[in-house]
């Protein structure tokens, strides 16, 4: 188990360092690249104003079984799986946006104020979950026995949705980045896993990049909980950290595509499971 740890902690170093050089973006990008002139009002419930990235990528998970419980295949804990990886993002302003007219309604230009965004987004991927086969023989369920019930689900495709609300009252640089909270919930279904959909939510604070080239790169910490954990799957620690470069023109002028590194941290704080999923994709 210890060794399956370092590797788990090796991970979480390198979310940090992702998340510092986000932060670092956040004051680098307002010298690069200014806020934008304000123009004409964008009229909330515009078309316009519609954000929405496909994705195709890499889903790396890594699971760190909790050291409490005794699983009948342990030696199943701290193995990296991958798998490709689709899905679409999207976000809509609710609330006070940009005051410029373009498609982007970036809320990042000077005095734009506070704004409220709805934000989601769906995937399949894969995850890792507990299981407890005290009632079942079927799948990984099968090398299970009355004494040893508790079990580790691994590399399992998932289907994903959730669906968010991200508010940011404050605002750094001069209106390129933001501070804001947020609030979202949503679900995960895995194969050979439970039948019912896992609840997978959080609140919690962070900071986003609102223009230039790193624009929709954020760092973001809350607390929530997570159904496909059985041992504490509540009062969670989220960390989400991602980077986001749009100047990816492989295929000439107008043909750029956006390139994504996306980290997301579920720990308890304790013995308990824990896991690291780490998404490399391209979107436009």
């Given at each position: ?94 609330g ?21 965004w709805l ?11 507990e ?9 990984i ?57 896992a609840?997978i ?10 223009s ?9 910490i ?7 954990i ?9 960390i ?33 499971p824990?896991?690291?999923q ?7």
């Open positions: 188990m210890t060794c399956c740890k370092r590797g788990f902690f090796k991970t979480a170093t390198q979310v940090l360092i992702l998340s510092a050089i986000v932060a670092s973006k956040i004051g680098y990008g307002a010298d690069e690249d200014p806020a934008p002139a304000p123009g004409p009002p964008a009229q909330n419930g515009s078309s316009n104003c519609l954000e929405i990235y496909p994705y195709l990528g890499v889903a790396i998970d890594n699971f760190a079984a909790s050291s409490a419980n005794d699983y009948f295949n342990h030696e199943d804990s701290g193995e990296t799986k991958t798998r490709e990886t689709f899905g679409v993002w999207f976000q809509y302003p609710l006070k946006s940009d005051p410029t007219s373009d498609a982007s309604c970036n809320a990042g230009a000077t005095g734009s104020g506070a704004s409220v934000y989601g987004q769906t995937a399949h991927g894969v995850r890792s979950a299981l407890d086969c005290s009632n079942s023989s079927d799948g369920c099968s090398d299970s026995s009355p004494s040893q019930s508790l079990g580790i689900l691994r590399d399992a495709s998932s289907l994903e949705a959730m669906l968010g609300i991200r508010w940011e009252p404050f605002e750094f640089q001069n209106g390129n980045s933001a501070g804001y909270f947020v609030l979202q919930s949503g679900f995960v279904s895995v194969e050979d896993g439970v039948d019912d959909a609840e939510s959080h609140v919690g604070f962070g900071a986003r990049i609102r230039g080239d790193y624009r929709n790169s954020f760092v973001e809350g607390i929530g909980k997570n159904d496909l059985l041992d504490r799957n509540t009062d969670r620690i989220k989400n950290a991602r980077l986001v470069k749009d100047d990816f023109d492989w295929f000439g002028p107008g043909g750029g595509l956006i390139g994504f590194i996306h980290i997301a941290v579920d720990v308890d704080g304790h013995s308990g824990d896991s690291i780490t998404y490399l994709g391209i979107t436009y």
